[in-house]
């Protein structure tokens, strides 16, 4: 008796999660082929003017890259300045940033460094940086990161179309040799994929390695300040933010390949972690009701899952149940990896996408509840929300 009451209250749970999770799926994918049916935007004038912000800490391995991108950017020279925020760095990055303006006198350069303090994290450096900034558009990327010589152009060129309050492109990984990086890359495409798709109606996700808003937007919505009390989600709070006061057709997604930014995998197993529970703890100050729908849908069919998966140990019976429901995931969610993999020309990772599914269980659980209960360390600092 007791284990038919289990079988039909797992079978209830996962039937309407698992339905829920299906018409999200969905949705998402035909957005996002909506959305890379449009095409390329033709160039435009380039007289919108830029500034790009940088947050770093601790980059003195990686930091040049980005600056050597941007000096070679085919955007009009006296349009745009770049901004570097030195976030407490105990490294050479300030020296290494120095040293580069020093090299490249003809670009617009502004460079400050942050001192140590309770009010610490990259929101108190963006912030800061932003103060500085006179540019039209404030342009955000990461210090880790690389972009194509058409990144500024093709913003600009997408942001005439419609002048939206924020925009936010594609991001991707660039070192992914193991097997270990190369699921990390194809789980990290399904978040961006999912976050382009969502905002074709319903904006919710965005990554701070590629996001761009009018300075004036962001002045108005008193941007970061509220959200100071999380030294995560700079990027998605802004969002939230925007999207409440300006409405959801004020925030655009670009998908031209030519506006991706590259970042890196991480190498090992424990910084992986805490980057993702550093991600999941934002998610305690979300208030918007479309972010909270889209995470309790796809937390709970994940979890009734990897719970019937455990059960089943005990109750041979849940076995079956959690097989079917794995194989209609594993259908599920193949054809919007499928596009995004396409789309950036990595097909490759697609090799990999069974024993993601696999992995993808235990880790979301994890990562998701340690994010509402865990301490993480992020780049030298212990971090506590």
Same mark, same amino acid.
């Given at each position: 008796m007791i284990r038919t009451i289990i079988d039909i209250l797992f079978i209830g749970i996962l039937a309407i999660s698992g339905f829920l999770y299906?018409?999200?799926? $969905?949705? /998402?994918?035909?957005?996002?082929?909506?959305?890379?049916?449009?095409?390329?935007?033709l160039p435009d004038d380039n007289t919108v003017t830029i500034s790009v912000i940088i947050a770093a800490r601790n980059e003195e391995n990686n930091i040049k890259i980005?600056?050597?991108?941007?000096?070679?950017?085919? /955007?009009?020279?006296?349009?745009?300045?770049?901004?570097? $925020?030195?976030?407490?760095?105990?490294?050479?990055t300030y020296n290494i940033v120095y040293d580069f303006i020093n090299d490249n006198g003809s670009h617009a350069f502004q460079l400050i460094k942050t001192e140590e303090k309770k009010n610490f994290g990259k929101k108190n450096a963006l912030t800061q940086g932003i103060a500085l900034a006179k540019g039209e558009l404030i342009v955000q990327t990461d210090a880790d990161c690389s972009v194509g010589p058409e990144w500024l152009s093709t913003i600009v060129n997408n942001f005439n179309q419609t002048k939206p309050k924020m925009m936010f492109g594609l991001v991707a990984y660039q070192n992914d040799k193991t097997i270990f990086e190369k699921l990390q890359h194809l789980e990290f495409l399904s978040l961006i994929a999912s976050g382009a798709a969502a905002a074709y109606t319903k904006p919710i996700l965005c990554n701070g390695a590629n996001l761009i808003y009018e300075r004036k937007a962001y002045q108005e919505v008193n941007a970061l300040g509220i959200d100071e009390i999380y030294a995560s989600g700079d990027d998605v709070f802004l969002l939230l933010r925007l999207k409440k006061h300006f409405g959801n057709e004020n925030i655009k997604v670009i998908t031209d390949i030519k506006a991706i930014v590259y970042?890196?995998?991480?190498?090992?197993?424990?910084?992986?972690?805490?980057?993702?529970?550093?991600w999941a703890s934002k998610s305690k100050g979300y208030k918007d009701w479309d972010i909270i729908k889209v995470t309790l849908i796809v937390f709970t069919f994940n979890i009734g899952l990897?719970?019937?998966?455990?059960?089943?140990?005990?109750?041979?019976?849940?076995?079956?149940?959690?097989?079917?429901?794995?194989?209609?995931?594993?259908?599920?969610?193949?054809?919007?990896? /499928? $596009?995004?993999?396409?789309?950036?020309?990595?097909?490759?990772?697609?090799?990999?996408?069974?024993?993601?599914?696999?992995?993808?269980?235990?880790?979301?659980?994890?990562?998701?509840?340690?994010?509402?209960?865990?301490?993480?360390?992020?780049k030298g600092r212990n971090i506590t929300n």
């Open positions: 299906l018409v999200l799926i $969905i949705e /998402y994918t035909l957005n996002l082929r909506l959305l890379l049916k449009k095409g390329e935007v980005i600056l050597n991108d941007l000096v070679k950017q085919n /955007y009009p020279i006296d349009k745009f300045e770049i901004i570097i $925020i030195d976030d407490s760095s105990d490294d050479d970042t890196q995998a991480k190498e090992t197993l424990k910084e992986f972690i805490h980057q993702r529970i550093r990897l719970l019937t998966l455990i059960l089943s140990i005990f109750l041979n019976s849940l076995f079956s149940l959690f097989l079917i429901f794995f194989i209609l995931k594993i259908i599920i969610d193949i054809p919007i990896l /499928y $596009i995004i993999c396409k789309h950036i020309q990595r097909r490759d990772l697609l090799k990999y996408y069974i024993l993601l599914q696999i992995v993808y269980l235990p880790y979301l659980c994890f990562t998701a509840t340690a994010g509402f209960t865990s301490k993480y360390s992020w």
